[in-house]
């Protein structure tokens, strides 16, 4: 990662894990990080120490983060730079502090980053999240709509929804996605009235317009459903050769249904 980018990383909010216990997780939170353009990992007091080549192997090439990982002893040092932090939970506390939705959250951490102040987010331990004192040192909550019946998170997937809403708030409610199937031209007039000509004769050898009456009106459904389908060259082109195998295979079938004859 270039110094630019670096920079632009540092400008969203710290990702402090609390205690995480293994080096797998906190290499998934470095990549999920790297996924959305945040860079400033911070780890209190990580069960198996630090640095962890499980951790580095997980991060799947997301180094950059890993190796401006910082380690602090308690959440008080991990925070202490910051002006604003949000403690993410998936239970209801005893607090009075403000709770907010991943979207919600986010836009207010891209404005306070607007304005210069240092944010973070506390995610708890793999087993059983923040402590209510962890809590109480962030000043607000954040958590997320997900089923009451199952609320638990892996802290990866956490800090992946969070990663996800602050690129998202920044990007004016322009949710398209980073790039687009290129679609083909789609044919011409003269490419479908030869489609339309090609299959009407080798269905008329095949005996498909019976009773005769009706052939009018089956002729303009298969050509309604033929021009409905805003078909491209290369979609008329391989129409024409399976018309035409079909064709082929008819042909064969008659010539040795005569010879046998």
Same mark, same amino acid.
């Given at each position: 990662?270039?110094? /630019?980018?670096?920079?632009?990383?540092?400008?969203?909010?710290?990702?402090?894990?609390?205690?995480?216990?293994? +080096?797998?997780?906190? +290499?998934?939170?470095?990549?999920?990080?790297?996924?959305?353009?945040?860079?400033?990992?911070? %780890?209190?007091?990580?069960?198996?120490?630090?640095?962890?080549?499980?951790?580095?192997?997980? &991060?799947?090439?997301?180094?950059?983060?890993?190796?401006?990982?910082?380690?602090?002893?308690?959440?008080? !040092?991990?925070?202490?730079?910051?002006?604003?932090?949000?403690?993410?939970?998936?239970? &209801?506390?005893?607090? =009075?502090?403000?709770?907010?939705?991943? /979207? $919600?959250?986010?836009?207010?951490?891209?404005?306070?980053?607007?304005?210069?102040?240092?944010? +973070?987010?506390? =995610?708890?331990? $793999?087993?059983?999240?923040?402590?209510?004192?962890?809590?109480? #040192?962030?000043? $607000?909550?954040?958590?997320?709509?997900?089923?009451?019946?199952?609320?638990? %998170?892996?802290?990866?997937?956490?800090?992946?929804?969070?990663?996800?809403?602050?690129?998202?708030?920044?990007?004016? +409610?322009?949710?398209?996605?980073?790039?687009? &199937?290129? #679609?083909?031209?789609? @044919?011409?007039?003269?490419?479908?009235?030869?489609?339309?000509?090609? #299959? /009407?004769?080798?269905?008329?050898? @095949?005996?498909? =317009?019976?009773? !005769?009456?009706?052939? !009018?009106?089956?002729?303009?459904?298969?050509?309604?459903? #033929?021009?409905? @389908?805003?078909?491209?060259?290369?979609?008329?082109?391989?129409?024409?050769?399976?018309?035409?195998?079909?064709?082929?295979?008819?042909?064969?079938?008659?010539?040795?249904?005569?010879?046998?004859?």
């Amino acid at each position: 990662m270039d110094d /630019e980018t670096l920079r632009q990383s540092r400008t969203g909010p710290a990702i402090v894990l609390v205690e995480p216990q293994l +080096g797998e997780n906190i +290499g998934m939170v470095a990549r999920a990080m790297a996924n959305f353009g945040l860079g400033d990992l911070r %780890l209190v007091n990580p069960r198996d120490g630090w640095p962890s080549e499980k951790a580095r192997a997980a &991060a799947s090439r997301s180094d950059h983060v890993i190796d401006a990982v910082r380690l602090f002893a308690t959440v008080e !040092e991990a925070t202490a730079d910051l002006n604003f932090v949000m403690a993410t939970t998936a239970r &209801a506390r005893d607090s =009075f502090k403000p709770v907010r939705g991943p /979207e $919600e959250a986010a836009v207010d951490l891209r404005r306070r980053s607007a304005e210069g102040q240092g944010t +973070g987010i506390l =995610f708890g331990r $793999e087993r059983w999240g923040l402590t209510n004192e962890e809590v109480g #040192l962030a000043d $607000e909550i954040v958590t997320f709509p997900v089923d009451p019946q199952f609320a638990s %998170l892996n802290i990866a997937q956490a800090v992946l929804l969070m990663s996800y809403a602050y690129q998202a708030a920044g990007r004016g +409610g322009d949710l398209s996605p980073r790039f687009e &199937a290129k #679609l083909p031209e789609p @044919a011409t007039k003269d490419d479908l009235f030869r489609l339309f000509h090609h #299959l /009407e004769a080798s269905l008329e050898r @095949a005996g498909y =317009f019976f009773p !005769e009456p009706k052939r !009018e009106v089956m002729t303009q459904n298969l050509r309604t459903m #033929l021009t409905k @389908a805003n078909l491209s060259e290369p979609e008329v082109h391989t129409l024409r050769g399976v018309i035409k195998a079909f064709d082929y295979e008819a042909a064969q079938l008659r010539k040795k249904l005569g010879d046998a004859s």
